[in-house]
């Protein structure tokens, strides 16, 4: 069963607007949450983290946020741009465990000019 | 930069061959992983190595093997390619593993098996 969960196989926002990226985890072990950016032909690069201590970081653009109760994370794009067009994936680590990373399924944004 | 690159960009291969995925990063990373990237299931893990001939399975290693006899370079090895095994291959390493080190990616490879 997926620890780290995307509801969203894909999302579609108009250029300008917020784009919201969801993830959802299923275990309480997890202490720090990525999120990876993946253009097509390309390998994911890292774009944000949060730990489990804090419950926003933002990074120009970008704002995670963290629900540790309801073990929900959300990426916050604003404004979008069309150059963020790409798959998102979330991925979740646990300091007790070796350090892997577990990675969801997966959220394809499309920013629209 | 931290440069990962991978062989090849595309590979067509037949069941029951022996496949080699190469993987060549420049960074002097200790950790080097593989993992296949399938629609709905994200990245999983197959492999991963934290020094020169160590090896350590992922959430999926059945089917796969590892090599790791220099540093910069990790190797994927299909011993005998069956269909479902059709998947995009990304290798990554990172100087250490934990929240302080990311993975940095290659490019990827992406394996059709028919």
């Known amino acids: 069963d997926q620890q780290v969960k995307q509801n969203s196989p894909s999302l579609s926002v108009q250029e300008g607007r917020i784009s919201i990226l969801n993830c959802d985890y299923t275990?309480?072990?997890?202490?720090?949450f990525l999120w990876y950016k993946k253009y097509p032909a390309e390998g994911p690069t890292f774009l944000i983290s949060i730990s489990s201590i804090k419950d926003k970081n933002e990074d120009g653009r970008f704002t995670v946020f963290l629900n540790k109760s309801a073990k929900h994370l959300s990426l916050h794009i604003v404004p979008s741009q069309p150059g963020d067009s790409a798959v998102y994936f979330c991925?979740?680590?646990?300091?007790?465990?070796?350090?892997?990373?577990?990675f969801g399924g997966g959220t394809r944004l499309m920013v629209k000019p | 930069d931290v440069k990962v690159t991978q062989s090849s960009r595309y590979l067509v291969k037949r069941t029951g061959e022996k496949v080699f995925l190469e993987c060549v990063q420049d960074m002097d990373h200790e950790n080097m992983f593989w993992y296949r990237q399938d629609p709905g299931l994200g990245l999983r893990l197959i492999y991963f190595s934290y020094d020169v001939k160590m090896k350590e399975k992922g959430d999926i290693p059945e089917g796969y093997s590892v090599s790791r006899e220099k540093k910069e370079r990790f190797s994927l090895i299909l011993e005998s390619a069956s269909t479902n095994q059709t998947s995009m291959y990304l290798c990554?390493?990172?100087?250490?593993?934990?929240?302080?080190?990311?993975?940095?990616f290659g490019n990827g490879t992406r394996l059709t098996v028919t």
């Open positions: 990554a390493s990172s100087q250490r593993t934990g929240r302080n080190s990311p993975l940095h």
């Open positions: 275990n309480s072990m997890f202490d720090y």
């Open positions: 991925a979740s680590l646990n300091n007790n465990a070796g350090n892997m990373l577990t």
